[in-house]
């Protein structure tokens, strides 16, 4: 079983709202309901909204939710969070809609606790809030970390930075508007896996070195968990045939001009040229596949029509390897 939690908060009775914190909410749970077959991924997230006076969110409802999240032994818990965030000297605080002063909010140390103490195998915290980076951060020590195994924790800023909200288009914050890119695809491996660390990669890379807000990743796991299965990149066929075309480390796969289906009328005409081998064409277009997510390279060559026109080769790249020992453990 896979619950995610989804809050999303504008409205605020006593200190100033927001725009885009709700769409957010809107957009996470849409993208996390399914898979992108269709099939469904988190059981019907619960949605919690606070869009205007008659939709007013109280500290005790995000708190009684966060609680009913975490308590259950399912294999992912998600919390997401966009709204106001508050720090000071005691720590931090998810601000709900009848906060005065930030700090009568929801304590991240009682998220923090919760989460801890939940028989969950997964549980997975991200926050679109400001100063969301202290998350996770011992009260004594500013900068150190203490997460349990099994937690991840992804934040749109550190504990100093403000999360930035998008300039045009329709309003929500930068880091969730890149999380969902992320999860629709952007950030999904050659299986279509999207993970905290992928989603976590693409945001960072997509702010670039000289943005205001740098995102926050902590993580204690034992093994990768998937938030989302996107479309893969290369037909998983194709990634199983590695071990069958490259069948030990470092093989370098022989070419030779009939896995080249394409003829100009001058080299139909030249005896000397062997007529394409539809099986040899088959494997080559295999091993073009694995060529555009760099999986295979030339050897000596720098595209593979040179490679097959004279007779060169075609090797696994470092990554080619990684999944090749992947499939050869039943890992794929």
């Not at 909204?49 to 999240?69: M, P, W």
């Not at 002063?101 to 919760?114: A, I, R």
């Not at 960072?204 to 205001?212: A, C, H, I, N, Y």
Request: proline share 6%; net charge negative.
């Amino acid at each position: 079983m896979r619950k995610a939690l989804i809050v999303g908060i504008d409205h605020y009775l006593h200190i100033s709202g927001l725009n885009g914190c709700v769409n957010d909410a809107y957009a996470v749970k849409s993208v996390l309901e399914r898979n992108a077959d269709g099939t469904v991924n988190f059981i019907t997230p619960k949605l919690i909204i606070g869009t205007n006076s008659e939709e007013t969110v109280g500290r005790s409802t995000i708190k009684e939710a966060v609680r009913e999240l975490f308590k259950d032994d399912s294999d992912v818990a998600l919390f997401y969070f966009a709204g106001h965030g508050y720090i000071e000297d005691t720590g931090g605080y998810l601000c709900a809609a009848d906060c005065k002063t930030g700090d009568d909010g929801l304590s991240l140390d009682e998220v923090m606790t919760l989460a801890k103490k939940s028989p969950a195998k997964n549980k997975v915290i991200i926050l679109d809030s400001c100063h969301g980076g202290i998350t996770g951060d011992k009260p004594a020590g500013k900068g150190m970390a203490e997460i349990p195994s099994g937690l991840t924790i992804l934040t749109a800023s550190t504990a100093d930075q403000y999360a930035m909200e998008k300039q045009d288009g329709i309003p929500g914050g930068v880091f969730t508007s890149l999380m969902v890119d992320a999860l629709q695809g952007a950030a999904a491996n050659l299986v279509g896996d999207v993970t905290p660390g992928s989603v976590y990669a693409h945001i960072d890379q997509s702010l670039g070195p000289w943005s205001g807000q740098r995102p926050i990743f902590k993580t204690n796991v034992k093994s990768f968990v998937s938030l989302r299965k996107a479309a893969a990149p290369i037909p998983l066929a194709d990634l199983q045939s590695l071990t069958s075309l490259f069948p030990t480390e470092g093989y370098e796969f022989p070419l030779d001009p009939s896995y080249e289906p394409e003829r100009s009328p001058e080299q139909k005409r030249d005896r000397s040229i062997p007529a394409p081998d539809p099986d040899k064409n088959a494997v080559f277009a295999v091993l073009q596949r694995l060529v555009k997510v760099n999986l295979v390279r030339p050897v000596g060559e720098e595209h593979m029509w040179h490679a097959a026109w004279n007779s060169k080769t075609c090797q696994l790249t470092a990554l080619g390897e990684h999944y090749r020992r992947l499939v050869e453990a039943d890992m794929i």
